[in-house]
């Protein structure tokens, strides 16, 4: 009797929520941390040297679109007593967000950070973040969430955005060229296996800049090494909803 040739087994692919709900439970692609993201940090202290850290102190409220386990909102109620909300897609990752900010004026949902938010009333919140998030939103979901963020921003408060950029991004490049999606500058990524949408920086302020005063962008280097693809390119940009 012949012998059956030997298949190697395959890891069975997840895919959107269920990528997610694996990394915060048993992890295997990304290397999630419990503590708050650098970026974050240095916002914070360029908000410090523009003498508005009021803006993250005391009562005063953030929210987090696609807040993760909570790390980034624990920093800032720990730091400065802040309160806030934070949303995000993943079940498992609210779960874990909800055992570790017992403590604090946090409350946290889970769902998608596409559509209306009618629990924020207008004008609520001092600061808004969306880290990574976004770019997981089709073109009518990013206006939408935009234009969210805008409503329940204060007068003078802050959108913190973090996102991929495509300028000079030799990643950008390939991903676009091997698996394009239906939109315009959006890929199929290639382990979550959901569209992801990249920006380029001209695309970006034009995107923000008829509603917010852009204060201060920073773009990551170190993505090419002798012609060669390193990281994926990173754009973090301050902006300020106007005060009138």
């Known amino acids: 009797m012949a012998k059956r040739p030997f298949i190697r087994k395959?890891?069975?692919?997840?895919?959107?929520?269920?990528?997610?709900?694996?990394e915060y439970t048993e992890g295997g692609h990304l290397k999630l941390s419990d503590a708050p993201a650098g970026?974050?940090?240095?916002?914070?202290?360029?908000?410090?040297?523009?003498?508005?850290?009021?803006?993250?102190?005391?009562?005063?409220?953030?929210?987090?679109?696609?807040?993760?386990?909570?790390?980034?909102?624990?920093?800032?109620?720990?730091?400065?007593?802040?309160?806030?909300?934070?949303?995000?897609?993943?079940?498992?990752?609210?779960?874990?967000?909800?055992?570790?900010?017992t403590q604090y004026d946090?409350?946290?949902?889970?769902?998608?950070?596409?559509?209306?938010?009618?629990?924020?009333?207008?004008?609520?919140?001092?600061?808004?973040?969306?880290?990574?998030?976004?770019?997981?939103l089709s073109k009518i979901e990013r206006v939408k969430l935009r234009d969210e963020i805008w409503r329940v921003l204060e007068?003078?408060?802050?959108?913190?955005?973090?996102?991929h950029l495509g300028d000079g991004d030799l990643h950008t490049r390939r991903l676009l060229a091997d698996a394009p999606a239906k939109e315009p500058q959006t890929y199929i990524h290639?382990?979550?296996?959901?569209?992801?949408?990249?920006?380029f920086e001209k695309d970006l302020l034009e995107f923000l800049q008829p509603h917010f005063e852009i204060c201060k962008v920073y773009r990551s280097h170190k993505h090419i090494s002798h012609g060669q693809a390193r990281k994926r390119r990173t754009v973090s940009l301050y902006a300020r909803k106007p005060l009138w």
């Open 190 to 199: 290639p382990v979550i296996g959901v569209p992801e949408y990249v920006y």
């Open 39 to 101: 970026d974050l940090l240095k916002f914070c202290r360029w908000l410090g040297r523009q003498k508005e850290a009021n803006t993250i102190i005391g009562s005063n409220s953030v929210v987090d679109f696609g807040c993760g386990n909570g790390r980034n909102l624990i920093y800032l109620a720990e730091t400065f007593g802040m309160k806030g909300i934070g949303f995000d897609i993943s079940q498992a990752a609210i779960k874990i967000a909800n055992q570790v900010s």
């Open 106 to 136: 946090l409350r946290y949902e889970a769902r998608s950070i596409a559509g209306d938010f009618p629990t924020i009333p207008d004008g609520s919140q001092a600061l808004a973040l969306d880290m990574m998030s976004s770019h997981f």
């Open 10 to 22: 395959q890891k069975r692919k997840r895919h959107g929520v269920q990528f997610w709900d694996f």
């Open 155 to 163: 007068p003078g408060g802050y959108l913190f955005m973090k996102t």
